[in-house]
């Protein structure tokens, strides 16, 4: 009995010796946590590259070209800029832990890509207690795109909440993805032409989408794997819509407007984006897919 009791008292003292070496780590993380924070000051800076600007006698730009967004961490806009203002770029973050870089690049067909990745270079414990006493404001970056230039957009974010406006714009094809974080989309004004496609894609998260007609896009893509979606179709429809509706798990809510005629599968024939509706009525083509979850039209 004395024995066991002998045992019984080394076990916790071991106990505790394990309980404070794990103490004095954490407190050593969060010390250094605390210096790394103490003198520093997030990046607050606007980007302007070489291109796209609006210059209307320039070919070039006329052309249009790609967007394409990789970003992680962080609150993330995309929205129009003012009337005659090019590609802008404003973020807020501490270049310690984060890295922004950018690229402009002329193809070979005379169209133009723009990259922006913005990723954390920084993980762990030791980031998480450095983002605990950081006196600065959260991560944050927004994207001006131009009125006044055809642009395909591609923006992808990884972590982090992406809020996007396209009202306005001559988007004439996006893919937009959220892989964990909620993905807002808004076009609260037509655009300049109906879009060829529009995808929208979450991973974990809710999307919430309104006034898509004011996009009238041909096709449209929306693939929800684990969360809630409410999806908008009100706006200013040109063409009919051929639709593809996925949902892993949870529920999906599409609005249809009054005029807006629903039909289950698609036509035989492809849509363009420049067909127009039959008769002033647009007409939703759509084809379901879930798995453990349920689509839903409302009017």
């Excluded at 639709?243 to 039909?263: F, Q, S, T, Y």
Aim: glycine share 12%.
């Amino acid at each position: 009995m004395a024995s066991s009791k002998g045992c019984f008292k080394n076990g916790c003292f071991g106990c505790l010796g394990l309980l404070a070496l794990v103490l004095v780590v954490m407190g050593i993380i969060a010390l250094m946590g605390w210096k790394d924070s103490r003198n520093t000051l997030p990046v607050d800076t606007v980007l302007t590259p070489e291109g796209p600007r609006t210059v209307p006698d320039n070919a070039l730009f006329r052309r249009g070209g790609l967007v394409r967004l990789n970003l992680s961490e962080g609150e993330f806009r995309l929205k129009p800029a003012a009337a005659g203002e090019g590609l802008r770029v404003d973020a807020v973050y501490d270049d310690a832990m984060y890295d922004l870089e950018q690229g402009f690049t002329v193809m070979p067909d005379s169209t133009w890509e723009y990259q922006l990745d913005f990723q954390q270079t920084k993980t762990g414990l030791r980031a998480f207690m450095r983002a605990i006493f950081s006196k600065g404001p959260n991560t944050r970056l927004t994207v001006y795109l131009p009125r006044d230039i055809p642009i395909d957009l591609d923006a992808r974010a990884a972590k982090g909440g992406l809020d996007v406006e396209l009202g306005g714009l001559r988007v004439r094809q996006a893919s937009l993805e959220a892989n964990l974080g909620g993905l807002a989309l808004g076009v609260d004004e037509p655009l300049a032409q109906p879009m060829q496609s529009l995808r929208l894609k979450v991973g974990v998260g809710g999307l919430e989408a309104d006034d898509l007609g004011n996009a009238s896009p041909a096709r449209l893509d929306i693939n929800c794997h684990m969360g809630g979606a409410e999806v908008g179709l009100a706006g200013a429809w040109l063409n009919d819509c051929r639709a593809r509706l996925e949902l892993d798990m949870g529920g999906m809510e599409i609005n249809v407007p009054e005029g807006m005629k629903l039909v289950d599968g698609w036509p035989d024939e492809p849509l363009s984006g420049e067909q127009e509706v039959d008769s002033g009525v647009p007409v939703l083509y759509f084809e379901k897919h879930t798995k453990r979850g349920e689509i839903e039209f409302t009017r």
